[in-house]
């Protein structure tokens, strides 16, 4: 450690030499090789499942005004009963 170096990655590279170079491409390489692996292990699925196509779902303002008249409605209510 040098107490005046500022730490950056100019400073790592500094530091390191081609080493920090060799550990970046090692790393990559690893994370290929762990990729392959991957899509060798699981293959993708013989049987295609049925798309289900969701039911509508009403949006608008109109729904914030219904839901405000109910909740006024209960409020209303509450307070009678």
């Given amino acids: 450690y040098h107490p005046g170096r500022i730490r950056c990655p100019m400073a790592a590279k500094a530091d390191f030499g081609w080493g920090l170079g060799w550990l ?9 090789a ?9 293959a993708a699925p013989t049987e295609k499942e049925n798309f ?10 109109q729904l914030v005004a219904a839901a405000e008249e109910a909740a006024i409605e209960r409020k209303e209510a509450a307070a009678a009963t």
């Fill in 34 to 42: 762990w990729g392959l692996w991957r899509m060798r292990r699981r």
């Fill in 24 to 32: 970046i491409l090692i790393a990559q390489a690893g994370i290929a």
């Fill in 52 to 61: 289900l196509i969701m039911p509508q779902q009403p949006v608008s303002t």
